[in-house]
């Protein structure tokens, strides 16, 4: 790696490390090396400017390099610095958690807007986010939706403590509880609502994932079976004995997994509402299915 960043400005450390992270193809390079200067100096953008001029001390030089070189090695930027915002929430993440990416903010609004139509924003109402990993959607929702609790559940303990540990900080831990659990297994009483971002890589798949994805996100939470479906073949069931009538189940999706999910979803008694919801790329996201009265 050339061009040292002992005795470098911050100016001009964050420099060196854009032109770094862009000749190894880093689309998001300038953002990159801001975050990682502002995580060693403890520095903010307005602080990283006002600051520019100041030489960086060998210690902070080998620190930032340090994180450059994992960064350029293909960790994600999330993991590195240990914290990553979803739905303008600050979640920590950690080795037994997917990184909350903005696609799955498609199955917030979906459930929201879906809400808001009906007027339920602040009735008081029953969430399961099956396979909540960080907490994310859990999280998100009940931000939104005062009068509102949940029940986070996932396969690793060691996931739950993460979304245990987001929900203190955001202030939700009061209306959010947390159970190791298959999904929706072990679970009882009636909800409103029940969403999942479900594994749903096929298995063969996963061996040519980028990078930051096959060797930093846990497998449990990308494989998705032969056919990317496993998931789904488990929920719908478990979904269509816990929701209310008229209850909502909105499930994240692959790209040109919106037909055979909904076949899924609708063979268990739930009525299909359009097609998928798109996510920023125009890629079918969500799919939501109502459960319908006997």
Do not use: C
């Amino acid at each position: 790696m050339t061009d040292s960043l002992a005795g470098q400005s911050i100016e001009a450390a964050r420099r060196i490390l854009t032109a770094r992270f862009a000749a190894e193809g880093i689309d998001s390079a300038t953002l990159d090396a801001r975050l990682l200067a502002g995580a060693v100096l403890h520095l903010d953008l307005t602080g990283l400017i006002a600051q520019g001029q100041r030489q960086l001390t060998p210690d902070e030089a080998d620190r930032l390099d340090a994180l450059a070189r994992r960064r350029i090695a293909g960790e994600p930027i999330a993991r590195i610095l240990g914290t990553r915002e979803f739905w303008g929430l600050p979640l920590a993440v950690s080795a037994d958690t997917l990184v909350p990416r903005p696609d799955t903010e498609t199955i917030v609004e979906a459930a929201l807007d879906t809400l808001r139509a009906e007027s339920r924003t602040h009735d008081t109402l029953r969430i399961a986010d099956l396979g909540t990993g960080t907490g994310a959607i859990l999280l998100a929702l009940l931000s939104e939706l005062p009068n509102t609790t949940g029940i986070g559940t996932d396969l690793s303990a060691a996931a739950l403590e993460t979304a245990r540990t987001n929900a203190h900080r955001l202030g939700l831990a009061s209306r959010a509880d947390f159970m190791v659990s298959d999904y929706a297994e072990g679970l009882s009483g009636a909800f409103d609502l029940i969403v999942s971002n479900p594994p749903y890589i096929r298995s063969a798949e996963i061996a040519v994932l980028a990078v930051e994805v096959r060797d930093h996100d846990p497998r449990l939470a990308l494989d998705g079976g032969p056919d990317g479906l496993d998931a789904y073949r488990r929920i719908a069931p478990q979904a269509a004995q816990l929701l209310s009538p008229g209850g909502l189940l909105v499930l994240e999706i692959g790209q040109d997994q919106d037909n055979d999910v909904a076949r899924l979803v609708t063979a268990r008694g739930f009525t299909v509402a359009g097609p998928a919801r798109p996510d920023l790329a125009g890629i079918g996201r969500a799919v939501m299915g109502r459960k319908m009265p006997r």
